[in-house]
């Protein structure tokens, strides 16, 4: 493998820990974020919900599914919580 091609991949990985890393944060930043006025900041809390499943986050989001309006919202936090309860039962 030449030169380039190694500074090349290494490049690549680089770039994708950083975005890696970088996505984290986001989703971190904003866990608490769930009841926030902005819509963004409500979904990324949900993906980062998504992630960790546990029985705390299934009241969490079930106490936000009563309070959310917006459909898509609603949509993608029940999608949440059907995937945890059959994750956790």
Do not use: C
């Not at 984290?24 to 009841?35: E, N, T, V």
């Not at 106490?63 to 609603?74: F, G, I, T, V």
């Amino acid at each position: 493998m030449g030169s380039k091609a190694k500074a090349a991949l290494i490049a690549l990985g680089v770039g994708a820990l950083l975005g890696l890393v970088l996505a984290q944060y986001s989703m971190g930043r904003h866990r608490q974020d769930l009841f926030s006025r902005r819509a963004l900041r409500r979904l990324s809390a949900l993906g980062y919900l998504s992630g960790h499943p546990s029985v705390e986050a299934v009241r969490l989001l079930r106490d936000y599914l009563a309070w959310e309006e917006h459909p898509m919202l609603r949509r993608r936090a029940e999608a949440i919580v059907r995937r945890m309860e059959a994750k956790l039962a």
